[in-house]
């Protein structure tokens, strides 16, 4: 199983913006910093946006920021947002009927127990949890002390 590159990048925006705490950050410089399309960055945000993670604000002073505290996003939220399809196997999806032999093998229960138990896991943690441990990250990310406070000037 591997994530889209929307999920992906959803995550990274997320913790990029949990990095930058008030000052939030702005599309161009995030796409910047993790070397991906501007235009597919816009996309990820503005889903987040509709989802209530993130605040779009345009203009002087605007950028992006996150709506809720990262205690209050829940990683196995944002997952099931973010992702379009969480079908390991056809008989899980939309159309079960695709597989012949859907209902005479036992994959189906058990992948579907393996997605739920993953959502178990997921739904415990937050944002904020993803954040323990990182303090370098703010520098590393290009948002350390003395960029930021000559940014407000």
């Known amino acids: ?9 959803a995550f990274r925006t997320l913790i990029f913006l949990a990095a930058a705490g008030k000052e939030g950050g702005a599309i ?10 501007e235009n597919h960055l816009r996309k990820v945000v503005n889903h987040l946006a509709q989802a209530g993670w ?3 604000t345009r203009g002087r ?3 992006l920021r ?14 099931r947002e973010m992702e379009a399809d969480f079908a390991l196997v056809d008989c899980l999806g939309a159309e079960p009927e695709r597989c012949v032999i ?3 093998c036992g994959l189906q229960r058990i992948f579907g127990e393996a997605l739920q138990a ?10 904020a949890d993803a954040m323990d441990g990182s303090r370098g990250l703010p520098k590393l990310l290009g948002l350390d002390e ?7 000037s």
Not at 1 to 9: C, G, V
Not at 29 to 35: F, N, P, R, S, V
Not at 66 to 79: C, D, F, W
Not at 146 to 152: D, E, F, L, M
């Open 118 to 127: 993953w959502f178990q896991v997921l739904d415990r943690y937050t944002l």
């Open 1 to 9: 199983m591997r994530l889209t590159l929307h999920s992906d990048l």
């Open 61 to 63: 002073g605007g950028g």
């Open 66 to 79: 996150l709506r809720p505290a990262p205690a209050e996003i829940s990683i196995g939220a944002v997952m």
């Open 54 to 56: 993130v605040e779009s």
């Open 102 to 104: 859907s209902g005479f």
């Open 28 to 37: 161009p410089q995030i796409a910047e910093t993790y070397g991906v399309s």
């Open 146 to 152: 003395p960029a930021r406070a000559s940014k407000g």
